[in-house]
T-cell receptor, first 109, second 113 residues
């Protein structure tokens, strides 16, 4: 069974802090990894994807991938209340996405 | 990103009936998928919509229950057949743009009474 695991949270951080979201995956054949943000009642919104070991930065977001440890993370710098949402990690092999259960992030003013 | 639209956006249906959901994507999309998100849960892949041929279903999903068509590159339909209250979910269409990522439509919120 190919799985993606996330801590469901909630993860609570104060405004301006760094939020760290983590994800592990079981399928070593996974080629790409995605982070989606989902607000309540809305569809998932793609934040970032990563397919090479190391870090990838985009604005306040940094995705990190360690294939040897089968571990993916998302760092959100200078967290804002508007970042409060559920963050979904997904792995991909041949285009199909396998999602984790999502981590709920709460950013408190 | 990709432009993806779905309709209907929501519906309330009686058990035993069927509902067809339509998805339209922009021409940059190469692959299309259908997902289900049950209340309080994450997304589960139902099937890959293949252009001009039968969809590829994931374990636990069958064509008789979820027939899918993709007559051309940018359009697909998902039918939820012989519905029961357990089919109450959000159904999401997605499109993959190579090297860009996979994007989701706004979803169809289905309630079966």
């Amino acid at each position: 069974q190919k799985e993606v695991e996330q801590n469901s949270g909630p993860l609570s951080v104060p405004e301006g802090a760094i939020a760290s979201l983590n994800c592990t995956y079981s399928d070593r054949g996974s080629q790409s990894f995605f982070w989606y943000r989902q607000y309540s009642g809305k569809s998932p919104e793609l934040i970032m994807f990563i397919y090479s070991n190391g870090d990838k930065e985009d604005g306040r977001f940094t995705a990190q991938l360690n294939k040897a440890s089968q571990y993916v993370s998302l760092l959100i710098r200078d967290s804002q209340p508007s970042d409060s949402a559920t963050y979904l990690c997904a792995s991909s092999n041949t285009g199909k996405l396998i999602f984790g259960q999502g981590t709920t992030l709460q950013v408190k003013p | 990103s990709a432009v993806i639209s779905q309709k209907p956006s929501r519906d309330i249906c009686q058990r035993g009936t069927s509902l067809t959901i339509q998805c339209q994507v922009d021409s940059q999309v190469t692959m299309m998928f259908w997902y289900r998100q049950q209340p309080g849960q994450s997304l589960t892949l139902i099937a890959t919509a293949n252009q001009g041929s039968e969809a590829t279903y994931e374990s636990g999903f069958v064509i008789d229950k979820f027939p899918i068509s993709r007559p051309n590159l940018t359009f697909s339909t998902l039918t939820v057949s012989n519905m029961s209250p357990e089919d109450s979910s959000i159904y999401l269409c997605s499109g993959l743009r190579d090297s860009i990522g996979q994007y989701f439509g706004p979803g169809t919120r289905l309630l079966v009474l």
